[in-house]
């Protein structure tokens, strides 16, 4: 199993740039695909970024591609996203997710285990 744990959401202008990490626990992270998704009020669970256990994919969602970077330190069980140039549409919870599998999907459906969720508020 994997646990996971979120931090590094909170408020933010437009424009400005938050680092979300993602720490797990358990002994199958460094084989996992990890993926950031996010879920705004009233809307369904989005897929933001995936990536590989080696690091050989990496995907990004349409609307994040250039301002979203993530990425991922095995040796610290750790996996990151950074993101640029925050708009007020970004603001949602955003999840980390890990899925045992070695292709990287977008659909949340074929992540196994879930963190909790950090809050990411823009402000226009």
């Known amino acids: 199993q994997v646990q996971l744990v979120e931090s590094g959401g909170g408020l933010v202008q437009a424009g400005g740039s938050l680092r979300l990490s993602c720490a797990a626990s358990?002994?199958?992270?460094?084989?996992?695909?990890m993926g950031w998704f996010r879920q705004a009020p009233g809307k369904e669970r989005e897929f933001v970024a995936g990536?590989?256990?080696?690091?050989?994919?990496?995907v990004y969602a349409d609307s994040v591609k250039g301002r979203f970077t993530i990425s991922r330190d095995n040796a610290k069980s750790t996996v990151y996203l950074q993101m640029n140039n925050l708009k007020h549409e970004d603001t949602a919870v955003y999840f980390c997710a890990a899925d045992p599998s070695a292709a990287v999907g977008r659909q949340p459906l074929t992540y196994a285990y879930w963190g909790q969720g950090t809050q990411v508020t823009v402000s226009s």
């Open positions: 358990g002994r199958t992270f460094s084989r996992s695909t």
């Open positions: 990536i590989s256990w080696g690091i050989i994919t990496i």
